[in-house]
């Protein structure tokens, strides 16, 4: 009897999730204790069997293509899935992980760097991450980073409060007329909408500076990782959180399409859980003070 799909190697997953986490195929190698080439080897078999590129190639390293994009964020899923099921048949968690859980972009842009300064002071300390962009139970979290509302009854502390701005791709403006915030009013926007994060949206950033709510072309995604690959292809105007967008910004990947920015209603924060351990709460304290 036929299956009702067919998958690719894990072999082939497994190497793809890791260059995708990490943005490189040297990192995966590493991480994966193989040689760069046999991860590479492995990459293009995927995208020949799939039909499609995965990655974009660039002298100074790999970027996601939407296709790639998406790809990442459904095995995050399925991996954030089968460790759950692999933890519940074990009974146990390994108590000297510490285990944060955060959305695909601030890992990404944020806390994957910060994790590997943490490494240089505290080589010892384990630091797992659970990446998802969908509303999750953090059960089997010590810690986890939300942009929103900060709690007040619960043990949460500030991060970082940032500012709002609007970008896209270098020739964007150009090609759309963009000189003014009205202006933005009627060109493609990338709006990401999310269940889990309140993400600041692009009717309440156009009405701080006097606008009405957008009418040009809409695109709506679930992933803000997958907004600013989709803004980096030129689809649209994407809005991007300064404390996160600074490698983009750097690269030249994206622009600021015009100087207005808007002070972020909400701040991204620090939760620990009851279950956080000694190690976790010791890696916490380090957070903070970095931020100050």
């Known amino acids: 009897m036929p299956r009702p799909y067919d998958l690719p190697s894990m072999t082939a997953l497994v190497c793809f999730e890791s260059a995708a986490r990490n943005l490189s195929f040297k990192s995966a190698a590493s991480e994966l204790n193989v040689t760069p080439a046999a991860v590479s080897h492995q990459i293009k078999g995927l995208e020949s069997e799939l039909d499609v590129p995965l ?43 510490v285990i944060i859980q955060v959305t695909t972009a601030v890992s990404a842009f944020w806390l994957t760097p910060q994790i590997a300064s943490f490494w240089r002071a505290r ?20 810690l986890s980073i939300h942009y929103g509302a900060m709690p007040e009854d619960e043990e949460c ?34 709006h990401v909408v999310a269940d889990g994060v309140d993400w600041t949206g692009w009717a309440t950033w156009l009405a701080a500076f006097g606008q009405g709510a957008p009418t040009g072309r809409r695109i709506a995604v679930n992933n803000h990782m997958i907004a600013l690959q989709l803004a980096r292809d030129g689809a649209g105007a994407v809005l991007g959180w300064t404390g996160l967008i600074g490698p983009l910004l750097e690269a030249g990947d994206l622009t600021r399409l015009v100087p207005d920015r808007m002070p972020s209603p909400h701040v991204f924060y620090l939760r620990t859980h009851p279950r956080a351990s ?5 890696f916490r304290d380090w957070l903070i003070d970095a931020q100050r």
């Open 123 to 142: 080589p010892e300390i384990v630091v797992s991450q659970i990446v998802s962009d969908v509303a999750a139970p953090a059960g089997r979290a010590d």
């Open 157 to 190: 502390q500030v991060l970082f409060h940032d500012d709002i701005v609007a970008l896209a791709a270098p020739e964007f403006a150009a090609s759309n007329g963009i000189g003014t915030v009205a202006d933005l009013c009627h060109a493609p926007l990338i």
């Open 55 to 97: 990655f974009r190639r660039q002298h100074r390293g790999v970027d996601l293509t939407e296709a790639g994009a998406y790809l990442f964020v459904a095995l995050q899923r399925g991996f954030e899935g089968m460790s759950d099921a692999i933890r519940e048949i074990r009974s146990s968690v390994e108590a000297d992980d």
């Open 278 to 282: 000694a190690q976790a709460r010791v």
